[in-house]
Each structure stands twice: as structure tokens, then as C-alpha cells.
T-cell receptor
Framework: AQKVTQAQTEISVVEKEDVTLDCVYE???????LFWYKQPPSGELVFLIR??????QNEISGRYSWNFQKSTSSFNFTITASQVVDSAVYFC?????????FGTGTRLKVLA | GAGVSQSPRYKVAKRGQDVALRCDPI?????LFWYQQALGQGPEFLTY????????KSGLPSDRFFAERPEGSVSTLKIQRTQQEDSAVYLC????????????????FGDGTRLSIL
């Protein structure tokens, strides 16, 4: 069965520290898509990145970077030099056909 | 605005009452999804529309849950005879393309409706 595991329930860091959020997935599909979303206190899920199973290149966008490793079925997310505005719940998701399977999320608290 | 709009933002109802939650997707988006997010959990799929056709309702928890999208744009999620376990945030999402197009553009989510059943 398709499954996404985010083992870290909550992480607290001090501003300017780097932090990595882990995501492990299970799928039988050979073609699949993975996503990261951010959910601030307002509740809206904000799209951060999409990765398809054929592209294992790591990606960097400003302070954000993603490490996709098919060999370990992981798609980890790193925030460099964290800021208070990064405080939110972060969800990893796997697309199964048209619907998303979400992990349980990691709550990130960045302390000033 | 240009995003997915949901109303009401908050809804409080007494157990046994019926509720209706509205979703205005991004204009022109073919696909529309409803998800249920319990406290401390990730969103879970409820149902999927492609235009006005409800192609998948496998995630609806019971026959008290009903969704429609009669004109292929606005959608309503209705819950009849609400129970306390229905308390959750209900998220609506839309995406530009439909099934079979190979389009993998991400779903865009609304702010959700927080439903509390007393």
C-alpha cells in the first residue's frame, strides 16, 4: 500500500540553525510524484516542491533544499539558516493516481 | 482572489444538525478534491470531481457525507446528522487538469473550514 511516514512529530530550533525534515515513502508504482507542502497557522497548504520519480537531482531554492533518494525511498527537506517565519507544519505527500497520500506532518518551531 | 476559496471559515454545529461547506476552486480548474484533516494529522482524501462528475468518493466516511459540483465549478460538501467525530478541518483543493492527461501540476488548497460539533 502507498504510505508516507514523517517520523518527526515536532522539531524546535533556534533561529539561524539548519534543520532537516525527514520523509520516507512506500509505493509499488514505478512512476510517481512527491510533494512538500507548508501549513502555517492560517491553515492553507502552501505548495513548496514537486519531484517525479525519474529525477533524482537535488534541488535548491533559496534557503530550501530537497534530497531525493530512491534507494532509501526518502525525500528529505532542509531549511538553511532557519527563520521564525519558517514556523509551520510541513507535510510530505505522495501522489497515488490523482489523489495525495499525506504524512502526519512535522511541526517546526523556530525560536528567536 | 485567485486562489481556492472556502466558506465558512469556521462552523460550529450541534450534534445531529446538517452542515454545508462551500468550495470555490481556481477558475478553469478541472479537478476538485475534498480532504478531511483531523487534529494533529495529515489531510485524508474524501472525494474527487472532474468537472461535474464525481469520479471517486471512496474516502467519504459514511453515507452521511455527500458532495456535489453541479456545474463543474463551485462544490458543496454536505454532512447530515453530524456526529462529534466529524469535527475536523475540511480542505478543498483544485488542479488544472483532469485524469489521463499526464499533468502532474500540484493541487492548490484553500484555507479550509474548521468544523466543530458540540
Amino acid at each position: 500500500a502507498q504510505k508516507v511516514t514523517q517520523a518527526q512529530t515536532e522539531i524546535s530550533v533556534v533561529e539561524k540553525e539548519d534543520v532537516t525534515l525527514d520523509c520516507v515513502y512506500e509505493t509499488r508504482d514505478t512512476t510517481y510524484y512527491l510533494f512538500w507542502y507548508k501549513q502555517p497557522p492560517s491553515g492553507e497548504l502552501v505548495f513548496l516542491i514537486r519531484r517525479n520519480s525519474f529525477d533524482e537531482q537535488n534541488e535548491i531554492s533559496g534557503r530550501y533544499s530537497w534530497n531525493f533518494q530512491k534507494s532509501t525511498s526518502s525525500f528529505n527537506f532542509t531549511i538553511t539558516a532557519s527563520q521564525v517565519v519558517d514556523s509551520a507544519v510541513y507535510f510530505c505527500a505522495l501522489r497515488e493516481s490523482y489523489k495525495y497520500i499525506f504524512g502526519t506532518g512535522t511541526r517546526l518551531k523556530v525560536l528567536a | 482572489g485567485a486562489g481556492v476559496s472556502q466558506s465558512p471559515r469556521y462552523k460550529v454545529a450541534k450534534r445531529g444538525q446538517d452542515v454545508a461547506l462551500r468550495c470555490d476552486p481556481i477558475s478553469g480548474h478541472v479537478s476538485l478534491f475534498w480532504y478531511q484533516q483531523a487534529l494533529g494529522q495529515g489531510p485524508e482524501f474524501l472525494t474527487y470531481f472532474q468537472n461535474e462528475a464525481q469520479l471517486d468518493k471512496s474516502g467519504l466516511p459514511s453515507d452521511r457525507f455527500f458532495a456535489e459540483r453541479p456545474e463543474g465549478s463551485v462544490s458543496t460538501l454536505k454532512i447530515q446528522r453530524t456526529q462529534q467525530e466529524d469535527s475536523a478541518v475540511y480542505l478543498c483543493a483544485s488542479s488544472p487538469a483532469g485524469l489521463g492527461t499526464g499533468d502532474s501540476r500540484p493541487q492548490h488548497f484553500g484555507d479550509g473550514t474548521r468544523l466543530s460539533i458540540l
